[in-house]
């Protein structure tokens, strides 16, 4: 009987045990009672960087366990933007017409003086290849040469708060004109708000071919590039959806005053996933590795294991041991190859195609992926014959190979 006792006692400390972690968790990240509000978060390999409103930038590299400012130079105070391209993090600060970039995970930044920007309200970041897009108040810029210049390349009649990119094509959700579309690199813009019921955007996101809009009346969804948008969410208690943040096919989301909501099959069901948040407030969100930050206005950086919210197996161990990039099969190829690469650490993945003159024939990837072995198909049927480099780009790794396709 005493074994009994003993075995049942041990059952519940186990059930409640994991019922505990079962929930947010706070880090030890800056927080409102410093008077440093989360306004910005984002992940390059296994740091986490959060933006505050008055601190400048901290930096993470044990899951949030220590924060260290990071902000020698002239990053400080309030960080309106923030956003990482490869092993690049870029800031800009309020009321400044500057990028900053680091190239050393924030120990040291770089300032562009006089580069073109001409309002001092930076909202936003987006990257196709080497072009800089930056949305801001008086539309958007773009830089060809790393951020040391930039020209004007659209101008709508409200300031652009969000740049997403999706392949080659770029959207700009603005403050009062709804979303508008390039597919020539900034050359030409369209409106697409065909099915919005709010013109107001203040999130953007895209999962292959699912591009999600928060907006001030709910969440949108496209699956045909932007021409139509259909309604996937609306929250009666608040519909203003200020952040969201993909992994695999599962959609974050996350207003100002109701918390934050998971669908795991790419907006079609939500649900309510708030346990042990202190706050509904939620400004933004990063994946890095196993787990799900979250930043909020007034009570610092909370984090969640992904495996509680997606059915990912705990006991699974089948990650690779090393990044790789595999030879190109068959090689030579016509017209379609299969590119192979191995991720050990969930990671921020670039991989493009290049041709001989270094010029982007085609971006594979271009996100966030967890720890696996992918295998992705490339169709050159549209390209001549010749000599091709495919690279790929992660915060810890990068690699070139070549391939030729013959005709």
């Not at 990240?29 to 986490?48: F, Q």
Request: hydrophobic share 35%; glycine share 10%; aromatic share 14%.
């Amino acid at each position: 009987m005493k074994y009994l006792l003993v075995f049942v006692s041990l059952q519940f400390f186990i059930f409640y045990n994991n019922a505990l972690q079962a929930q947010w968790v706070p880090t030890s990240g800056p927080s409102g009672t410093e008077g440093k509000y989360i306004l910005k978060l984002v992940a390059c390999g296994n740091i986490i960087f959060a933006g505050t409103n008055y601190g400048g930038v901290y930096h993470s590299s044990d899951g949030g366990a220590t924060w260290i400012p990071v902000n020698n130079g002239p990053v400080s105070t309030y960080i309106q933007a923030l956003a990482v391209n490869g092993t690049n993090i870029y800031a800009c600060i309020k009321k400044s017409t500057s990028v900053f970039c680091s190239t050393d995970y924030g120990s040291t930044w770089t300032q562009s003086y006089n580069n073109g920007i001409h309002t001092t309200g930076i909202m936003s970041f987006a990257f196709i290849g080497s072009n800089i897009f930056v949305g801001t108040q008086n539309g958007v810029f773009l830089s060809t040469n790393g951020g040391t210049d930039f020209a004007q390349v659209f101008q709508p009649d409200s300031y652009v708060s969000q740049l997403a990119v999706s392949d080659t094509n770029i959207f700009a959700g603005t403050y009062d004109g709804g979303i508008y579309l390039t597919t020539n690199q900034g050359i030409n813009w369209t409106q697409v708000n065909n099915g919005l019921s709010n013109t107001r955007v203040y999130s953007l996101a895209v999962n292959g071919n699912y591009i999600f809009a928060g907006t001030n009346s709910g969440l949108f969804r496209s699956t045909n590039n932007g021409t139509d948008w259909t309604e996937v969410y609306n929250d009666p208690v608040n519909t203003h959806v200020k952040t969201l943040a993909v992994n695999g096919n599962n959609i974050f989301a996350a207003t100002d005053s109701s918390g934050v909501f998971l669908s795991t099959n790419n907006g079609t069901n939500w649900l309510s996933i708030n346990d042990g948040l202190l706050t509904n407030n939620v400004n933004s969100f990063a994946v890095c590795g196993k787990d799900i930050y979250a930043g909020t206005y007034e009570a610092g950086v909370w984090k969640r294991p992904l495996t509680e919210l997606v059915g990912i197996s705990k006991e699974s161990n089948n990650f690779p041991m090393d990044y790789t990039l595999s030879q190109n099969y068959p090689n030579p190829f016509n017209p379609g190859t299969v590119i192979s690469y191995s991720l050990p650490i969930a990671s921020i993945v670039k991989l493009i195609v290049y041709n001989t003159l270094g010029q982007t024939v085609k971006i594979l990837e271009n996100g966030f992926k967890n720890a696996a072995n992918y295998s992705i198909n490339f169709n050159a049927a549209d390209l001549p014959s010749g000599i091709y480099f495919y690279k790929i780009e992660t915060g810890q790794f990068s690699q070139i190979k070549k391939m030729v396709l013959l005709k």
